[in-house]
């Protein structure tokens, strides 16, 4: 069974703290996304890599950076955060060929900015 | 680029089929097409996938009529373990791969 695991379930930082969230997978996947889901908004896509040391920018990288520097993690970061970027974040991997291959995603983290 | 839509909502009855459709503009003929099932404090879970007419496996069907301006999953005999709420995901190969979800279907299976 593949397995994202995400570092936090649940995650309260201050404004203009950076933030680190950590995602990892086991399946030796090529692919990898970082995805905020808010009300109403569904799953919108903020960076993916599809190699180690590459990324991608989403519809949404405003405010975010990431690393990859091993094949089976995945870091997002948030440089300073903002209140605005309280939400649920979701990592998710794959096989190779963006989209021909299901993605199979971690549990998410809750993020609340205060 | 596609837009991807989604109907907001949806009731059903236990033992009833269920057809959710996504509106996709734009899309090729080798574009594919993705549904998910999530349910509350837990990630997205794979249902069915697919890019020619029809896919079907052993807990969804997946419909692509020939213009691929939409698509429809089809549960059949929902149970009440069904509600969750219901995504498609398209990704363009001629937009460099975009991936694009719909916002989801809430779905409510009654007794």
């Known amino acids: 069974d593949v397995k994202v695991t995400q570092s936090s379930r649940y995650l309260v930082k201050r404004t203009g703290e950076k933030v680190f969230l950590e995602c990892v997978q086991d399946?030796?996947?090529?692919?990898m996304f970082w995805y905020r889901q808010d009300p109403g908004l569904g799953l919108r896509l903020i960076y993916f890599?599809?190699?180690?040391?590459?990324?991608e920018k989403g519809d949404i990288p405003e405010g975010y950076s990431v690393s990859r520097e091993k094949k089976e993690r995945f870091s997002l970061i948030l440089e300073s955060a903002s209140t605005n970027q309280t939400s649920m974040y979701l990592c998710?991997?794959?096989?190779?060929?963006?989209?021909?291959?299901?993605?199979?995603f971690g549990p998410g983290t809750r993020l609340t900015v205060t | 680029l596609a837009k991807t839509t989604q109907p907001i909502s949806m009731d059903s009855y236990e033992g009833q089929e269920v057809n959710i459709t996504c509106s996709h503009n734009?899309?090729?003929?080798?574009?594919?097409i993705t549904w998910y099932q999530q349910f509350p404090s837990q990630g997205p879970r794979f249902i069915i996938q697919?890019?020619?007419t029809k896919v079907t496996n052993e807990v969804a069907s997946l419909f692509i009529p020939a213009d691929r301006k939409s698509s429809t999953l089809s549960l059949p005999r929902v149970s009440l373990s069904d509600t969750a709420v219901y995504y498609c995901?398209?990704?363009?190969?001629?937009?460099?791969?975009?991936?694009?979800f719909g916002g989801g279907t809430r779905v409510l299976v009654k007794p």
């Open positions: 998710a991997s794959s096989g190779q060929g963006i989209g021909s291959y299901e993605q199979y």
């Open positions: 399946m030796d996947h090529e692919n």
């Open positions: 890599s599809y190699d180690v040391k590459m990324k």
């Open positions: 734009n899309i090729a003929t080798n574009d594919y």
């Open positions: 697919g890019y020619k």
């Open positions: 995901l398209v990704v363009l190969k001629a937009a460099g791969n975009k991936l694009t």
